[in-house]
Each structure stands twice: as C-alpha cells, then as structure tokens.
C-alpha cells in the first residue's frame, strides 16, 4: 500500500511489511553486496568460536529491510530523506522480520513525515529500530 500525504496522521500506525525468513544463501549474498566479509556472518564454527550459537546476519541487513520498507510505503510519491536507526538484537538464520512505521509528527509546510520504524522479529522482540524523515511529492 502506498502512502498519500492526504490521508497521514499523525500518531498513525503504517501497514507493515513481513519479509520472508532471513536465510545462509542471503547472509552470503548480502555479504559479497556489501563487502563485509566477517566470518560471524556465514562460517558457523567461527560464530560458535566466537560465543554465539551460529551465524547472525549482519545489522546493515535489517536496517536495508527499513529502507526497502519506507520505499515501499512511498512508492514514487516521496523520497527518502533520512534514517537513523540503532541495532538492538541479533539476527539469526530462520528469523521473520517485519518492518513497522508509525507516523511521529507531521510538517505540513514542506510536507515532510517523520516516522519511527522497528524491524521486529518473530517474538514481538525489536532487533533494529530509529526514526526516518519522508518528503512526499
């Protein structure tokens, strides 16, 4: 569902989006898009050496589900102006995240929203979380 500037208010809780289960061959992927090549993120024995119980993904993954999210809210009615989030828990392979948005305040004058988004993992528990600003066209 995409957003209108026309219908937003604020305090409004945003439809989430629920990705598929975060998997190895997308931790590997993820990796080789983004350069990071930290063995936390696809060497089992190495996560486990490490203290874990295996591999978690990487943070910026959760925060690139915000992002894809907030496009996917605005649609080509709006740009993506700015996120700040801040990395609460672990992800791990199997995990189901869901990207919510709840609308915080309204700038009319510019027509500018600001949003706090959460990625939230199948235990209600909030792995990745901020705020972003949205122009709307």
């Not at 978690?56 to 605005?74: D, E, K, P, T, V």
């Not at 959460?118 to 949205?134: C, K, L, R, Y």
Request: one cysteine or more; a neutral charge.
């Amino acid at each position: 569902m995409e957003l209108m500037w026309e219908t937003l208010n604020e305090n409004m809780e945003l439809e989430p989006l629920v990705k598929p289960p975060v998997d190895r061959v997308q931790l590997v992927k993820y990796a080789g898009a983004s350069g990071d090549f930290n063995p936390l993120h696809t060497v089992e024995e190495f996560a486990r050496q490490a203290g874990l119980d295996g591999v978690i993904a990487h943070g910026m993954l959760s925060m690139g589900f915000l992002g894809q999210y907030l496009r996917h809210l605005l649609g080509v009615k709006g740009d993506i102006l700015r996120m700040k989030v801040r990395f609460q828990r672990m992800v791990k392979p199997g995990d189901v995240l869901t990207c919510r948005g709840t609308v915080r305040t309204l700038r009319k004058d510019d027509r500018i929203a600001e949003l706090e988004v959460a990625a939230v993992n199948q235990s209600g528990d909030i792995v990745t979380a901020g705020v972003a600003e949205v122009r709307f066209f």
